[in-house]
């Protein structure tokens, strides 16, 4: 007796061509953007920043040791950052400026989250220079602040720009004090 006996209904999917071809198709789509993310994942990693590059991006500056009147200079991102504890003469020279005589015109309160210190980049926004101001020898300019001897560029207490070729104000780091004494600087 030959056999003719029907395939039953619970097996016809595994003979039927479209089933597999179906399933061909999903494998090997899985299968691809699997190796997509495999091998794309090596270049997206790469443009994180290095482990070193991270460190250096913040720096945390305790300014306990620095003395009325005194200035500091500490290295963040490869340039010098000018922190200056101002003595009250300072500050009220800073304020009592007429901004709207200013070349770069902002308010003393807008570059100072706390008004005994400022923090700039000492960099002249002229040419890049770095000017004259923070050892106790060094020239300060008529306005008490910073001399760029290259160009001439003269800032004042709170590091605008006063007299000279530059073009704007000392820039200002991203920092913030994170207790009263200790800033952390990027």
């Given at each position: 007796m030959a056999d003719t006996a029907q395939p039953r209904p619970m097996d016809?999917?595994?003979?039927?061509?479209?089933?597999?071809?179906?399933?061909?198709?999903?494998?090997?789509s899985t299968l691809t953007g699997i190796g997509a993310a495999i091998t794309v994942w090596p270049l997206i990693d790469s443009m994180e920043p290095a482990?070193?590059?991270?460190?250096?991006?913040?720096?945390?500056?305790d300014l306990a040791p620095v003395q009325l009147g005194q200035r500091l200079t500490v290295k963040w991102r490869g340039k010098p950052v000018f922190i200056d504890h101002r003595t009250?003469?300072?500050?009220?020279?800073?304020?009592?400026?007429?901004?709207?005589?200013?070349?770069?015109?902002q308010p003393d309160s807008a570059r100072v989250k706390k008004p005994e210190w400022l923090v700039i980049i000492g960099v002249c926004t002229h040419l890049g220079c770095i000017p004259l101001g923070q050892k106790a020898g060094d020239p300060r300019g008529p306005y008490g602040g910073w001399f760029?001897?290259?160009?001439?560029?003269?800032?004042?207490?709170?590091?605008?720009?006063?007299?000279?070729?530059?073009?704007?104000?000392?820039?200002?780091?991203?920092?913030?004090?994170?207790?009263?004494?200790?800033?952390?600087?990027?």
């Open positions: 016809a999917h595994i003979h039927d061509p479209a089933s597999r071809r179906d399933f061909l198709i999903i494998a090997a482990k070193d590059t991270l460190a250096l991006s913040t720096i945390e500056v009250p003469e300072e500050i009220k020279a800073a304020q009592d400026v007429n901004v709207a005589d200013l070349r770069d015109p760029c001897p290259c160009h001439g560029s003269i800032y004042d207490t709170s590091g605008r720009i006063r007299q000279g070729p530059a073009p704007l104000n000392l820039l200002l780091p991203p920092y913030e004090f994170t207790h009263d004494t200790t800033i952390k600087i990027g």
